[in-house]
């Protein structure tokens, strides 16, 4: 089991770009979360995927979108890229859409310049 | 929405000695609290966790008490060993799944 996976691993971008960030449950999991970490900071909620349906939303624009697929990966979509979106992009995934352990991905290091 | 407030933000022990975190939350609806690790660069690892129907919890040195009429909960590490070494999170969730992570104690133990 590879346990969650997410690509790619760093990411380089410029102000005004678009990006996809993907990410590949652990198996057997079918809820998939994305938290964004800034530098020194906690994960901080973006939302959350389950049966291909955004399920939560935490206090993030609309420029972060996303998608879930039948086979239950993600995607993290943000348009018009901000300096201030430099972060590490963390996917977790969970067994229990209710309230279960969430394991986390090695996590997308995106750079906006 | 929920607020987690974590203290102390660094915490340097001396190998053996025992380090405490403490974290308290806002929303009384929460009911799942888990405990977070992350090395530098890497992800957060999940230690321990404990659901709102019991008050501690123990796995080794490490354990987890929660108090619901105080809404805290607290981390113990025992016989800090240097791979302790690390940030942790705590965190707290209500039904969802949508987890409220504390700002984070940088542990540091000594050797």
């Known amino acids: 089991d590879a346990g969650v996976t997410q690509s790619p691993t760093h990411l380089i971008k410029t102000r005004g770009q678009q990006v996809t960030l993907r990410c590949s449950p652990k198996?057997?999991?079918?809820?998939v979360s994305w938290y964004q970490q800034a530098l020194g900071q906690g994960p901080q909620f973006i939302f959350q995927?389950?049966?291909?349906?955004?399920?939560q939303r935490g206090n993030f624009p609309d420029r972060f979108s996303g998608h879930q697929f039948p086979n239950y990966s993600s995607e993290l979509n943000v348009n018009a890229l901000l300096l201030g979106d430099s972060a590490l992009y963390l996917c977790a995934s969970s067994g229990d859409p209710i309230v279960g352990e969430q394991f986390f991905g090695p996590g997308t290091r995106l750079t906006v310049l | 929405g929920e607020n987690v407030e974590q203290h102390p933000s660094t915490l340097s022990v001396q190998e053996g000695d025992s380090a405490v975190i403490k974290c308290t939350y806002s929303d009384s609806a929460s009911n799942y609290f888990p405990w977070y690790k992350q090395e530098l660069g890497k992800r957060p690892q999940l230690i321990i966790d404990?659901?709102?129907?019991?008050g501690e919890k123990k796995d080794q040195r490490i354990a987890v008490t929660l108090n619901k009429t105080a809404k805290h909960f607290s981390l113990h590490i025992t016989e800090t060993q240097p791979e302790d070494s690390a940030v942790y999170f705590c965190?707290?969730?209500?039904?969802?799944?949508?987890?409220?992570f504390g700002g984070g104690t940088r542990v540091l133990v000594k050797p």
């Open positions: 995927y389950y049966e291909e349906e955004e399920r």
């Open positions: 404990i659901r709102s129907n019991v």
């Open positions: 198996s057997g999991h079918d809820t």
């Open positions: 965190a707290a969730a209500a039904a969802g799944n949508k987890l409220t």
